[in-house]
């Protein structure tokens, strides 16, 4: 059974930052693409991060040169580094399995989600 559980989120001020975890249990890194979204209230889930099955990696444009996705492999864990934090960074964070290899455009294209955790970034 597929499971994913997020943790590190909280509150930070502006410049800051925080990393964010990602237990995942289940199924294999290599076969599958992990990914983080966002979502704010009232807007819609967004991607932020992914990292396919060969360990290749891609990002927001909103969130490049600022946030790193990496996974420990052996720890069955993603991460979600995040520098530079802004206001606008604020939102519920959530990792997702993709239904395949590859990182999938949209939310429909990840089939597992944890519940999220939240990220406050003040001004």
């Known amino acids: 059974q597929v499971q994913l559980m997020e943790s590190g989120g909280g509150s930070v001020q502006a410049g800051g930052s925080l990393r964010l975890s990602c237990a995942a249990n289940g199924y294999s890194f290599s076969m599958y693409a992990t990914g983080w979204f966002r979502q704010s209230p009232g807007k819609e889930r967004e991607g932020v991060a992914c990292?396919?099955?060969?360990?290749?990696?891609r990002y927001a444009e909103s969130v490049k040169d600022r946030f790193t996705i990496s996974r420990d492999n052996a720890q069955n864990t993603l991460y979600l580094q995040m520098n530079s934090l802004k206001p606008e960074d604020t939102a519920m964070y959530f990792c997702?399995?993709?239904?395949?290899w590859g990182c999938g455009q949209g939310s429909e294209s990840y089939s597992f989600w944890g519940q999220g955790t939240r990220v406050i970034v003040s001004s």
């Open positions: 997702a399995r993709g239904r395949s």
């Open positions: 990292i396919r099955g060969d360990g290749t990696t």
